[in-house]
């Protein structure tokens, strides 16, 4: 059974520019969540999709934004990015609630 | 709302003694909580999860924890530190309904170096 999948996993943008991460779920896992990881912040909730609805959002700007496919990939978005943005990005596909299932992540570098 | 609290960011222990991670959340409904391990540059990796089934959770590589309502604790056991188990553990509260379901809330995370 594959895991979760996240492409690409690595990205160097530079600041203003803006970038999207595809993550795609365990087949037949409907809810997919993503979350920030930093050293100085350490793992934050970015949101969460069920049934191509969001669930549930964390504290961060709009520019974070995502969305759920009928097949279940997500997609997150970042505009305008800023250098406070490079980040481990974490996608997580999950069959029942919170028992989530982590992908490698997407390490973004913002110059 | 919901919240967690790792109370030690760093633990050390020496291989073969006993390991204590603590963990207390904050919760408006029943949650779930889990552990999660992550090893340098590698991905999270569940340890164990409670479910509202039995309070004492049993997980991989010799890993438990008791659930204590009354003390709203979750804390990490091993009888027996391994030189593999360092790593970073992060204790999760998970909410499972109102406006917390969904929404997974990470603790800030502890350290865990082993000592031969």
């Known amino acids: 059974k594959a895991g979760v999948t996240q492409t690409p996993r690595y990205l160097i943008k530079t600041r203003g520019q803006q970038v999207t991460l595809s993550c795609s779920p365990i087949?037949?896992?409907?809810?997919v969540s993503w979350y920030q990881q930093t050293p100085g912040q350490g793992l934050q909730f970015l949101f969460e999709?069920?049934?191509?609805?969001?669930?549930n959002k964390g504290n961060f700007p709009g520019r974070f934004s995502g969305r759920q496919f009928s097949n279940s990939r997500s997609e997150m978005n970042v505009s305008t990015l800023e250098l406070g943005d490079s980040a481990l990005y974490l996608c997580?596909?999950?069959?029942?609630?919170?028992?989530?299932?982590f992908g490698p992540g997407t390490r973004l570098t913002v110059l | 709302a919901q919240s967690v609290t790792q109370l030690d960011s760093h633990v050390s222990v020496s291989e073969g003694t006993p390991v204590l991670l603590r963990c207390n959340y904050s919760s408006s409904y029943s949650p779930s909580l889990f552990w999660y391990v992550q090893h340098p540059n590698k991905g999270l990796q569940l340890l164990l999860k409670y479910t509202s089934a039995a309070t004492l959770v049993k997980g991989i590589n010799g890993f438990e924890a008791e659930f204590k309502k009354s003390e709203t604790s979750f804390h990490l056991t091993k009888p027996s530190a391994h030189m593999s188990d360092a790593a970073e553990y992060f204790c999760?509260?998970?909410?499972?309904?109102?406006?917390?379901?969904?929404?997974?809330?990470f603790g800030d995370g502890t350290t865990l170096t082993v000592k031969p």
């Open positions: 997580a596909s999950s069959l029942f609630q919170g028992n989530l299932v």
């Open positions: 999709y069920f049934s191509e609805t969001q669930r």
């Open positions: 999760v509260v998970s909410g499972r309904q109102g406006t917390n379901a969904g929404k997974s809330t």
């Open positions: 087949s037949g896992h409907r809810s």
